[in-house]
Nanobody, 114 residues
């Protein structure tokens, strides 16, 4: 499975961005997908997750502002509204297959200016 993330960029505080992740390869084996982020000097953290059954989970810091969605097994999105400077990070898409193997996209940079 290969993951290609896109949609990052520079936005002012309060603005919105939509990240996209396109999967290729053995996509029928994908079960769970998620978005992680890593800010400079910080550890990578889970932002949002969507399980194969449709249940979602969000970091408390983005709850109510970000929405993860999935279209089939190929496309995953992260709608980010009311962005804050502390949301600045490289965002990575993530997928887990039916054998619990993990896959990571290359990351897309989101910069939120104050």
């Amino acid at each position: 499975v290969q993951l290609q993330a896109s949609g990052g960029g520079l936005v002012q505080a309060g603005g919105s961005l939509r990240l996209s992740c396109v999967a290729s390869g053995s996509i029928v084996s994908i079960r769970n997908v998620a978005w992680y982020r890593q800010a400079p000097g910080k550890q990578r953290e889970l932002v949002a997750q969507i399980l194969s059954g449709g249940a979602t989970k969000y970091a408390s810091s983005v709850q109510g502002r970000f929405t993860i969605s999935r279209l089939g097994t190929k496309n995953t999105y992260l709608q980010m509204n009311n962005l804050k400077p502390e949301d600045t990070a490289v965002y990575y898409c993530y997928a887990e297959n039916q054998n619990y193997r993990n896959y990571w996209g290359q990351g897309t940079l989101v910069t939120v200016s104050s």
